[in-house]
């Protein structure tokens, strides 16, 4: 600290070769070129991870990963500005919206304003460990070029807390307007269907369609055909329990549900089976017609 002073005299500094900036905390071109998308499909606005590092900064930390179940090290982007500068939202209005994370693969995962306010969630661009990204889960994906994550321990439920990875678009939405088709109609609020709607929105969406609406990583449940159209309800329930069992895929299993949970689940789809839309269908027919 004495030394100090006198090195504060008027010479000129020294060349600082010796202590280089926090380089080990950026990104190649590569990486930085990547983009993701902001707002309504047709509007969407494309932004460079590069452009999001340079107004929001870039930080290196490791903590547990649910995905991996081991600690993990990571360069990543604080989600919470991101969406403050991108949606021109201050807290007050984040907490009544939703966000619709769409990764490439096809899945797609609503994630509330309240959660984001956490502050915890962050866009993990780079495996400190794994340049080229460890392959995670059952199927072996390639969570990159962005895998959205969270930082405190008690965000470590994958059902509540959502890490969708390939992370490719970011869109506000309610779970009305983004679902309005999968919501069952002319139904009495403590019906089974309705608690299996429920029971759908919080676990299934995410990766199923009803009505072209959800995730696409599964199969759609009701257009065409319903699910109760072409497969015996006992097997629709024992795949919902344990899908290993039937196929080698990347469902998981929901051993925890209650048979009258299952029983709630296909009431939710007996009731879809009346209640089809299906936008393809006109279109196709149409295209089909000139014969
Ligand atoms: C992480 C994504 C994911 C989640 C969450 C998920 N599924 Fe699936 N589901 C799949 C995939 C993928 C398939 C295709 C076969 C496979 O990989 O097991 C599938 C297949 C199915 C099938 C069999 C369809 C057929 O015709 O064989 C049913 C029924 C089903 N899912 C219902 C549900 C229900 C109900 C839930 C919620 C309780 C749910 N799934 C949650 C991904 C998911």
Redesign the pocket.
């Known amino acids: 600290m004495f030394g100090c002073t006198g090195e504060t005299s008027k010479e000129p500094a020294s060349p600082k070769t010796t202590q280089p900036k926090p380089e080990e905390v950026a990104l190649s071109d590569e990486r930085r070129s990547v983009t993701l998308k902001f707002g309504k499909e047709e509007t969407a606005k494309s932004v460079s991870i590069g452009e999001l590092v340079d107004a929001h900064g870039l930080e290196s930390w490791s903590a547990y990963d649910s995905y991996y179940k081991k600690e993990k090290s990571w360069k990543s982007i604080r989600l919470l500005p991101v969406i403050k500068s991108m949606f021109k939202l201050n807290a007050e209005q984040m907490r009544t919206k939703s966000f619709m994370m769409r990764a490439s693969d096809g899945?797609s995962v609503l994630i509330r304003g309240d959660q984001l306010l956490e502050d915890d969630a962050y866009l993990a661009v780079e495996d400190n460990e794994h340049p080229d990204w460890e392959l995670v889960g059952e199927q072996k994906a390639n969570p990159g070029p962005v895998y959205m994550i969270w930082k405190k321990p008690e965000h470590h439920d994958l059902h509540a807390w959502p890490r969708p990875w390939q992370l490719a678009h970011i869109e506000i939405a309610t779970f009305e307007e983004a679902y309005a088709k999968i919501i069952p109609q002319n139904i009495e609020e403590d019906s089974l269907a309705a608690k299996g709607f429920e029971?759908?929105k919080h676990?299934?969406?995410?990766?199923?369609a009803v009505n072209r609406q959800g995730?696409r990583?599964?199969?759609e449940?009701n257009v065409p055909q319903n699910?109760t159209e072409?497969?015996p309800e006992e097997q629709?329930k024992a795949?919902?329990k344990n899908?290993?069992t039937?196929?080698?895929?990347?469902?998981?299993a929901?051993e925890q549900?209650e048979p009258e949970e299952l029983d709630a689940?296909v009431a939710y789809?007996k009731v879809m089976r009346d209640q089809k839309f299906d936008p393809a269908s006109e279109s196709e027919s149409d295209t089909n017609s000139d014969g």
Do not use: A, E
């Open positions: 899945y029971l759908f676990n299934c969406v995410r990766c199923h995730g990583l599964g199969p449940l699910i072409y497969r629709i795949y919902i899908p290993l039937f196929r080698y895929g990347s469902m998981p929901f549900f689940i789809f």
